[in-house]
């Protein structure tokens, strides 16, 4: 089993900046795609970013040039840096890791609980 867990939302002003961080623990041998995840109320799920194991990236249209993500493969933990914040990017984050655990060929998606990020005056 593989846990993952997100810190840093919160609330902040239009034009600030949050940084969100998630890490995986557990059974972990390697971990191929991580990535960043919003829901918008009564929504699908969508992509906000996501990395490769060799720092690829791809970002949705509306974070482009505001968000960056990265990783630290020995720490099995990926970052979001969201900057020039809008209201409209407030939503619960949910980061998501394809985990190749001991004794397994493919990898299996694991899913954070969620963090909450209001952006707000």
């Known amino acids: 089993q593989v846990e993952l867990v997100e810190v840093g939302g919160g609330l902040v002003r239009p034009g600030g900046s949050l940084r969100l961080s998630c890490a995986a623990s557990g059974n972990i041998l390697s971990i191929d795609a991580m990535g960043w995840y919003r829901q918008p109320p009564g929504m699908e799920r969508e992509l906000v970013a996501e990395?490769?194991?060799?720092?690829?990236?791809n970002y949705a249209d509306f974070v482009k040039g505001r968000f960056t993500i990265s990783r630290d493969n020995p720490k099995n933990t990926v970052y979001l840096e969201m900057h020039s914040l809008k209201p409209e990017d407030t939503d619960v984050y949910y980061c998501?890791?394809?985990?190749?655990?001991?004794?397994?060929?493919?990898?299996?998606?694991?899913w954070g609980q969620g963090t909450q990020v209001t952006v707000s005056s």
């Open positions: 998501n890791a394809a985990v190749v655990g001991l004794g397994y060929t493919r990898p299996w998606v694991y």
């Open positions: 990395i490769t194991s060799d720092g690829f990236t």
